[in-house]
DNA sequence: TTGTAGGCGTTATCAG
DNA sequence: CTGATAACGCCTACAA
């Protein structure tokens, strides 16, 4: 059973297939009768006339399709993303497609290749891409905004995350609660993305401008499993050989995954417990971040509102226009696994 | 710029369009000279000729776009099939469009509908449609495949995670362990689904199977706040309660979500531990199971191998075949959070 | 082995 | 206010 064209509605409607598509799209500046209008709308409706989008593409070469890439769907702050993205952008009539890469630039360059085959209309990158040449080779034919961190060189709209800020605000924060020997947990993965790159030097701006030696600051990183589960692991890991250690009293994971592992850890251990021997805090702000218990202290970037900034970004971006750099403000959001250093009087020294 | 045509490619290799055409498809039964075909492929190179996705799809009426259909991002185990679908599909060279419903059919049935607009080559439900009949119909145009709970009344190929099973199984384990007073964790979400019924009943069967009285099993169900993240808060929100009781020795959720937070909050009391006191264990094994201390027992189903299942049905599908029923046979995973009854001597009656 | 020609279902430009 | 008619870019008989 063939689906039914415009040709057909047009014939049971008795008008012509041009009126069909001025009425199936309220085309403007064009006046047709109540009736005929009526009409068409009836047939349409009898015959499930549903428009083929191919057509329609071939005239308008757009596809009302958005390319989102992320590295992995693993680590929930991606999927969160993701959510947002699909929500708001179903409102405005267009639809998703997921490109994961896994990390791995030949993935990334055949969805990169994707793009432009299906005509999409937008390309939004949660992470910074690998084959930053191509990409911006692609942003000539295809508005591409990047939510994630800002690298200057790059001429692409891109939404910063704003990492070293976001280091910046959680150092502050337990250097004025008075820790002086903090640990900064990173996965082997972490190396690679610049985001967390920029949150290790937001921490230690911090920490030099407390007046404070850079040793203040210790950074472990575990090797790698190959599932993204080991995010946490990492953290986990990392933080049975600092629970053997007296000096450390805070711990900023790289990100809320590897956080969470560190306070799984801290709390199966018998005689540490978190906030009062050990803070520990993490970036992202995702969901995990609520459902322990203490809760999580983190860093949030609000990311709902940032997604639809992107998407807006994305649609509105009116061929090379100027290249637009934005920061979000990014919040710290205090809970319950950080406290003052032990053996401080705990006064909150911040303005 | 406007993008090269196949056109283009035949100008400038100096033969026709058609010719282009066999180049780029490997086109069977023509066999044309090394040298048309370099010729041909050296000028799409140059061109950076890209085949345009409306016109072929016109012809072919293929879009190569499958439709993934998925309640919420909130619970880590949709994105974790998400991925194995996308992962498996772009092998196949299909891409996948995220088709989220927030369990609201109208957004729903806007993404039915865009299935037939986009004429996407195969839908894959994670859940069970709320529009069956719509689903139906769709499914006479495009290849459908529910990765679901399998309900006998319905017309459509799916891949049952065999929900009763699951219950029967877990159900069993803790009998054999000795445990005597179970309790059934759902969060208000939890009702709508069929799987989770199907999961229910298999446990009021394996504990009838076992002579035991239904009073064994008590069901709390949470209500709904309005995120994602309220499924794990159920867990806690309802463990709290019971942690005032004396007679539940286990616990299961009605997914691992609700487990992690009732695992949390018994974590968090000071009087009781998981195992030695209350065994807590969930369904769907996803990646939290494995980051908590304790690691959650919990029921997997072969997710991955599943997913590629579904992908290959769907593709697969030839018309209106014969609605296939498959069942998934579900793996029982013990882990750390769950052990023999307190005050048992532990034994493990099973074969 | 290669080229010609027609059409897929829309939209858009013109006349009427 | 409505109707022919011509593209859009590709595929595919069929012809050469």
């Not at 891409?129 to 001429?155: A, C, F, G």
């Not at 790159?197 to 203040?216: Q, V, W």
Request: glycine content about 6%; charged content about 20%.
């Amino acid at each position: 059973m063939k689906r039914a064209t415009s040709k057909d509605v047009a014939k049971l409607a008795g008008v012509s297939q041009t009126t069909v598509s001025f009425v199936m799209n309220n085309t403007p500046n064009v006046s047709l009768s109540e009736e005929t209008r009526k009409k068409v709308l009836d047939a349409a409706n009898q015959l499930q006339y549903i428009p083929n989008s191919f057509a329609r593409g071939l005239k308008t070469s757009q596809s009302k399709l958005l390319g989102v890439f992320l590295p992995t769907m693993d680590n929930p702050y991606y999927p969160m993303l993701m959510q947002y993205i699909e929500k708001y952008t179903a409102r405005l009539g267009y639809s998703v497609i997921l490109c994961c890469t896994y990390r791995n630039p030949e993935r990334e360059k055949a969805y990169l290749d994707l793009c432009e085959e299906k005509h999409m209309d937008g390309v939004i990158y949660l992470f910074t891409p690998n084959w930053m040449k191509r990409v911006v080779q692609l942003s000539h034919t295809i508005p591409v905004v990047l939510l994630s961190e800002k690298s200057d060189d790059i001429p692409l709209n891109t939404i910063s995350l704003n990492g070293f800020r976001c280091g910046y605000l959680v150092a502050k924060y337990l250097l004025d609660l008075g820790h002086k020997s903090i640990a900064f947990l990173m996965s082997s993965v972490s190396s690679v993305s610049l985001t967390r790159t920029k949150r290790l030097e937001g921490i230690r701006s911090a920490i030099r401008d407390a007046g404070l030696p850079p040793e203040t600051l210790q950074v472990f990183t575990a090797p790698l499993g190959d599932s993204g589960q080991s995010e946490a692991e990492a953290g986990y890991s990392i933080m049975e050989q600092l629970l053997k250690r007296k000096d450390i009293t805070a711990v900023i994971g790289v990100n809320d995954l590897v956080a969470f592992g560190a306070l799984s850890c801290v709390l199966n251990s018998e005689d540490k417990r978190v906030p009062q021997d050990v803070s520990i805090c993490g970036f992202d702000n995702i969901y995990l971040t609520t459902m322990t218990r203490p809760k999580i202290t983190t860093v949030s970037y609000c990311t709902e509102a940032l997604c639809e900034l992107a998407v807006d970004m994305v649609l509105k971006a009116t061929g090379d226009s100027d290249v637009l750099k934005l920061a979000s403000e990014p919040q710290l959001i205090v809970r319950e696994s950080t406290g003052p250093a032990p053996g401080t009087s705990g006064q909150c020294v911040s303005s």
